[in-house]
T-cell receptor, first 114, second 113 residues
Framework: GAGVSQSPSNKVTEKGKDVELRCDPI?????LYWYRQSLGQGLEFLIY????????KSGLPSDRFSAERTGGSVSTLTIQRTQQEDSAVYLC????????????FGNGTRLTVT | QKEVEQDPGPLSVPEGAIVSLNCTYS??????FMWYRQYSRKGPELLMY????GNKEDGRFTAQVDKSSKYISLFIRDSQPSDSATYLC?????????????FGKGITLSVRP
């Protein structure tokens, strides 16, 4: 079956512009996560969805970052007024909900803010 | 001090070598320990999953957890060029859907033919 799909795979934007990153999780996976992977920083948790609700958004770095999930499926991460420090790979992962089952990651969106 | 520390490497070994990768952590509440492998331009994929202290073996891979020392290891026997990737340790306090993972920074391994 299809894995986690993220689009676009690459995005170059000018400082100050808004960007939208999309994640299409594995069908039937109820939980969805966004992580950010910066050079030399590892993966940082951003936000977690259970269904369409976000019980934990503690990792969002500023109010320029927001995310939503609709229909318990597709999620969109929006970054407003992008800054150069937002340049990173944004990874989405979905989870079927069973204990000990793994997170399934997409291949990420590589965002470059010029 | 970061919650999870991992030697950033990089690490280069000849084919057939035994590789040892390690992470230390500071939060004693972590109970679940994982190793992820990430190939270039790809998302991480789960390699090993361990609960609490002990060893777990899967083919050429062995994961060890020592909670008393807050130290986890991944051993790769008979390393192959196809093992060349970035390896990330990860851990969480709980399992299930709310198991927010804390990752190490990752170490890049290169296995020379």
């Amino acid at each position: 079956g299809a894995g986690v799909s993220q689009s676009p795979s690459n995005k170059v934007t000018e400082k100050g512009k808004d960007v939208e990153l999309r994640c299409d999780p594995i069908s039937g996976h109820t939980a969805l996560y966004w992580y950010r992977q910066s050079l030399g920083q590892g993966l940082e948790f951003l936000i977690y969805f259970q269904g369409n609700s976000a019980p934990d958004k503690s990792g969002l770095p500023s109010d320029r970052f927001s995310a939503e999930r609709t229909g318990g499926s597709v999620s969109t991460l929006t970054i407003q007024r992008t800054q150069q420090e937002d340049s990173a790979v944004y990874l989405c992962a979905s989870f079927e909900g069973m204990d000990n089952s793994p997170l399934h990651f997409g291949n990420g969106t590589r965002l470059t803010v010029t | 001090q970061k919650e999870v520390e991992q030697d950033p490497g990089p690490l280069s070994v000849p084919e057939g070598a035994i590789v040892s990768l390690n992470c230390t952590y500071s939060n004693s509440a972590f109970q679940y320990f994982m190793w992820y492998r990430q190939y270039s331009r790809k998302g991480p994929e789960l390699l090993m999953y361990t609960y609490s202290s002990g060893n777990k073996e899967d083919g050429r891979f062995t994961a060890q957890v020592d909670k008393s020392s807050k130290y986890i290891s991944l051993f790769i026997r008979d390393s192959q060029p196809s093992d060349s990737a970035t390896y990330l340790c990860a851990m969480s306090r709980v399992t299930g859907a709310n198991s927010k993972l804390t990752f190490g920074k990752g170490i890049t391994l290169s296995v020379r033919p």
